[in-house]
């Protein structure tokens, strides 16, 4: 079993940055693909970013390629997400999640992931 919890979170102008962070409990963790997910008021989650869990693979949503980048510290149990350039289209709550798959891809699709974190709002003005 893997517990996520997420920070970093807050609020930032157009433009700005701001670097999430996913920190897993659990031993297992490398073995895992870790994924986020944002969920914008009155609309339905979608995925952000993946990485896998042996190759460290990146995926990205077309929304945010060139502007996020995942990457994952497995000595330390966490993945963060690294925001540039960001938008007021990109408010949301930010969810990390773990896909129990040790395999050379990460899933785009939130149904395959296992375990949730709680969420950490991020919030971008014009």
């Known amino acids: 079993q893997v517990q996520l919890v997420e920070s970093g979170g807050g609020l930032v102008q157009a433009g700005g940055s701001l670097r999430l962070s996913c920190a897993a409990s659990g031993r297992t963790f490398s073995r895992y693909a870790i994924g986020w997910f944002r969920q914008a008021p009155g609309k339905e989650r979608e995925f952000v970013a993946a990485?896998?869990?042996?190759?460290?693979?990146?995926y990205y949503a077309d929304s945010v390629k060139g502007r996020f980048t995942i990457s994952r510290d497995n000595t330390k149990n966490t993945v963060t997400l690294q925001m540039n350039s960001l938008k007021p289209e990109d408010t949301a709550v930010y969810y990390c999640?773990?896909?129990?798959?040790?395999?050379?891809?990460?899933?785009?699709?939130?149904?395959?992931?296992?375990?949730w974190g709680q969420g950490t709002q991020v919030t971008v003005s014009s």
């Open positions: 999640a773990a896909e129990n798959k040790y395999g050379i891809s990460a899933s785009r699709l939130s149904m395959n992931y296992d375990y």
């Open positions: 990485i896998s869990a042996s190759t460290g693979s990146r």
